[in-house]
T-cell receptor
Framework: EADIYQTPRYLVIGTGKKITLECSQT?????MYWYQQDPGMELHLIHY???????EKGDLSSESTVSRIRTEHFPLTLESARPSHTSQYLC????????????FGPGTRLTVT | RKEVEQDPGPFNVPEGATVAFNCTYS??????FFWYRQDCRKEPKLLMS???SGNEDGRFTAQLNRASQYISLLIRDSKLSDSATYLC???????????FGTGTRLLVSP
């Protein structure tokens, strides 16, 4: 079982609010990822990180930002939430040098009203 | 053209049936291959890696055909609990990220 956690699991918030989605893992993995997934649709990579102080934008343009100050922690922030941000956000991690498979957290289901 | 292509399904099969999914990939630099399972509104979970020689895990068999650039997943003796979306996933050499297919939905009925 993967040791990767996301909070909150569900969030309903009004337009214009600033929100931070938390992701942490206790496996010592260097690489971490954020994906966005709408119901019944494919995963889209929005951010990733190779390690501390490293962040990169993914394939899907996103208005969110990320930071990586500690190995185990990779939070995602939306400065001003909009209804178009309503989606499921999945965090994943993998270790450097090992198998390429990623382990996913349970996700945060975000609804912006 | 998408990097990884899958038939979205759904595949409707009765319990006990054998079902197979294929997935094609376009980048010849693809080096690692996986099948993930995703239940409705849940996170993807690794089902199995796919090795060049093919590999089996209980009722599940995965195969890789590098010449034709496809991988397959065979499920024998389907159970109701196998109902899910199966994601074909590829790692491309030199890329630091996985490429996910859109998934094939399987529905196993009593």
């Amino acid at each position: 079982e993967a040791d990767i956690y996301q909070t909150p699991r569900y969030l309903v918030i009004g337009t214009g609010k600033k929100i931070t989605l938390e992701c942490s893992q206790t496996m010592g993995h260097d690489k971490m990822y954020w994906y966005q997934q709408d119901p019944g649709m494919e995963l889209h990579l929005i951010h990733y990180s190779y390690g501390v102080n490293s962040t990169e934008k993914g394939d899907l343009s996103s208005e969110s930002t990320v930071s990586r100050i500690r190995t185990e922690h990779f939070p995602l922030t939306l400065e001003s939430a909009r209804p178009s941000h309503t989606s499921q956000y999945l965090c994943a991690s993998r270790r450097v040098g090992g198998p390429h498979e990623q382990y996913f957290g349970p996700g945060t289901r975000l609804t912006v009203t | 053209r998408k990097e990884v292509e899958q038939d979205p399904g759904p595949f409707n099969v009765p319990e006990g049936a054998t079902v197979a999914f294929n997935c094609t990939y376009s980048n010849s630099a693809s080096q690692s291959f996986f099948w993930y399972r995703q239940d409705c509104r849940k996170e993807p979970k690794l089902l199995m890696s796919v090795y060049s020689s093919g590999n089996e895990d209980g009722r599940f068999t995965a195969q890789l055909n590098r010449a034709s650039q496809y991988i397959s997943l065979l499920i024998r003796d389907s159970k109701l609990s196998d109902s899910a979306t199966y994601l074909c996933v590829v790692n491309i050499r030199g890329f630091q990220k996985l490429v996910f297919g859109t998934g094939t939905r399987l529905l196993v009925s009593p």
